[in-house]
């Protein structure tokens, strides 16, 4: 048990002392966007299932890659919100809460925006491209998924955990999600499971820009202070 203990301290214990003060302290006033996306994809999911709302979220949040470009990118934001119609509805919401929510706490809430627009971007052009290669190639799709209704927030999710884990030391989590989504494909392989390991994609080359900027900067540091060089600053 202590060695159990042991490695759970370090696989999540800066991820658990990030997250748990603010939250303790200003409970769902920290979270405003996690909640406030919750509250848009039940409504969303609500009109949806409605003969008078489907059509309009449709027209406002649904992402086929037969569609036009602009119109796809132009749909991708909000697609994010929109729950897929064949699945429950309470998975999204729980994704959407407990990711987004450890994510904003973590990061701030226009980075979590921004890496679940990085990570649902990179699906959403995937498919397109898995499609102009054709199901011969293994990184290719079929052309009937060109009619498929791409929505949800599970790329985001997914990306979002990936991002999360890698930069709160949490590594063998990150790595538990990629695996876990090849698994996905390798036993289904469809549309939404390709998309997933797009995100990933996406994600790990945001992961290594800010990598190589967080590089950059200490290298400049290290030259503004003279530390680093075993010589001592000389001051003009």
Known sequence: MKTIARWARAEWGLLHVTVREPLLKRHRRAIPITVAAVCLTAVLQFVQNQSWGYRFVQNIGAVRAQDPLWLALLRTPLSLFVPALDLPVWGALLQILFVFGIAELCLGWWRTLGIAYVATLAGTLYARVGIALGPHVPTGLPGSDAHVVDTGPSAAVVGLAVY???????HVTAAGVVTAM????????NLAGKEHLAAIAGVTALCGVTALLRRRDRARLHVRTGTGTGLPRIRP
């Open 182 to 189: 090849l698994v996905e494909v390798a036993l289904k392989e």
């Open 164 to 170: 999360v884990g890698w930069r709160y030391g949490a």
